[in-house]
DNA sequence: GCAAAGATTTGCT
DNA sequence: GCAAATCTTTGCC
């Protein structure tokens, strides 16, 4: 499936993550695709490295990274083998293990140097549809790291996995916008409106919501 | 080998 | 609203 199509396709759709702690689960509403060597925003612009392999390899699959040297980025990877793409996960709506996942945000807000206690006291304020809004914050709250790099996201027996949208569920408003974070990319590719958001959660990370299609 | 930058988040001015 | 925190990856000498 063509990665637009297919971002456009991940929104709605459950990130579930089972450890011993319990299952973790949320509702996917923001998603941006980076594609090909060609986007000067993606991974891939330099070719195949060590660190983007899987992204050239099998749809389906999980791309993590550290980004800033702090904070892991999860991405399903797109496209046929070969092609590299995938789609970066940048928010979800918590469904299951909320309080998990307040737990994991708190940990690891503590783990920083220079945390301070009112970090502490707004996390534990934070209402349960903003605790993971953000890449850094998905991974943070459902306790993802680099050892998930390579999951097949798509295996129902994965511990990580990808769950399809229940039927009952109102659909997804979907809205693109530009990428955020990416100012260092060349034009086109820094104006492309390949970010994707449900426009009616109130779950979305980012300020500029506006402006897309 | 070394220097620079980065798909972010938080804290302080 | 700006800069720090923090470390891996990439590019160049």
């Known amino acids: 499936m063509p990665s637009l199509q297919a971002a456009r396709s991940l929104l709605g759709v459950r990130l579930v993550h089972h450890t011993a702690a319990g299952r973790r ?3 996917i509403v923001e998603v941006e695709a980076y594609i090909g060597t060609e986007d000067q925003a993606s991974h891939a612009r330099f070719g195949r490295t060590n660190r983007n392999a899987v992204m050239f390899g099998p749809a389906g699959r999980a791309y993590v990274y550290l980004v800033y040297g702090m904070y ?3 991405n399903v990877v797109t496209e046929t083998a070969g092609h590299p793409a995938a789609l ?5 709506e918590p469904v299951d293990g909320t309080d998990q996942m307040r737990d994991a945000r708190l940990a690891r807000a503590l783990r920083r140097a220079g945390a301070t ?3 502490a006291e707004r996390i534990r304020r934070l209402p349960v549809h903003a605790l993971a809004t953000g890449p850094g914050l998905v991974t943070a ?3 993802i790291d680099r050892s998930d790099n ?3 996201l798509c295996d129902p027996q994965s511990p990580l996995r990808l769950e399809v949208r229940p039927a009952n569920e109102r659909a997804p408003l979907v809205v693109a916008t530009p990428r955020i974070g990416i100012g260092y990319a060349a034009e086109p590719w820094r104006s492309h409106a390949w970010r994707f958001i449900d426009a009616s959660s109130p779950t979305v990370s980012g300020r500029d919501t506006a402006g897309g299609c």
């Open 25 to 27: 689960s949320g509702r």
């Open 72 to 74: 892991d980025c999860l």
């Open 88 to 92: 970066l996960i940048r928010a979800v």
């Open 117 to 119: 206690a009112a970090t």
């Open 141 to 143: 709250a459902l306790g």
């Open 150 to 152: 390579e999951r097949d």
